[in-house]
T-cell receptor, first 114, second 112 residues
Framework: AQSVTQLGSHVSVSEGALVLLRCNYS??????LFWYVQYPNQGLQLLLK??????LVKGINGFEAEFKKSETSFHLTKPSAHMSDAAEYFC????????????FGTGTQLKVEL | DGGITQSPKYLFRKEGQNVTLSCEQNLNHDAMYWYRQDPGQGLRLIYYSQIVNDFQKGDIAEGYSVSREKKESFPLTVTSAQKNPTAFYLC???????????FGPGTRLTVL
């Protein structure tokens, strides 16, 4: 079984500031990890994913995330926030081996202020 | 262009009526999913299907039904037994369960 926790349901940053969205997971076996973004009244779009290999993963729109096994974390970062980054972000986890459930966190709403 | 389509975008229903939400994909994916999204609750899995003519209940299947007669189609029926059906409904697909999921644009259902 697996689970994912996103710390902070709402995060607010200034434009140009660092974005840090936190995600911790629990998993009995090596996980696959995902970050999705959702703009209002739209579906989810994949930002990035970790399956195997390099633990620092780069995604679209300047986002990246680092898989830290020792900390069971997969935090999402972006060096400089832009107004267009305002959206809801979901972390998700599944187990390696295929055929397994993808479990989503409850989401973090990112607000970007001038 | 490959992707997932959902229709309609907005749907209004009177209490006591069944309504069917459409989901079609042309990604040749085997697995398809239906999620319900309510504010502050993330995504909750209603039903999923890993192969044609087979589907399983998710976490909140009561009051919903699905069919998977074709690989590309996975319609969801919200029945009158669903006590609080007003929500945003998302359809997704993946090559197999556990893989990256691709999402449709969603259908917002409002019960009047």
């Amino acid at each position: 079984a697996q689970s994912v926790t996103q710390l902070g349901s709402h995060v607010s940053v200034s434009e140009g500031a660092l974005v840090l969205l936190r995600c911790n997971y629990s998993s009995s076996v090596p996980p696959y990890l995902f970050w999705y973004v959702q703009y209002p009244n739209q579906g989810l779009q994949l930002l990035l994913k970790y399956t195997t290999g390099a633990t620092l993963v780069k995604g679209i729109n300047g986002f990246e995330a680092e898989f830290k096994k020792s900390e069971t974390s997969f935090h999402l970062t972006k060096p400089s926030a832009h107004m267009s980054d305002a959206a809801e972000y979901f972390c998700a986890v599944s187990l390696t081996g295929g055929g397994n459930k993808l479990t989503f966190g409850t989401g973090t709403q990112l607000k970007v202020e001038l | 262009d490959g992707g997932i389509t959902q229709s309609p975008k907005y749907l209004f229903r009177k209490e006591g009526q069944n309504v069917t939400l459409s989901c079609e994909q042309n990604l040749n994916h085997d697995a398809m999913y239906w999620y319900r999204q309510d504010p502050g609750q993330g995504l909750r899995l209603i039903y999923y299907s890993q192969i044609v003519n087979d589907f399983q209940k998710g976490d909140i299947a009561e009051g919903y039904s699905v069919s998977r007669e074709k690989k590309e189609s996975f319609p969801l029926t919200v029945t009158s037994a669903q006590k609080n059906p007003t929500a945003f409904y998302l359809c997704a697909s993946s090559q197999q369960r556990g893989d990256e999921q691709f999402f449709g644009p969603g259908t917002r259902l409002t019960v009047l």
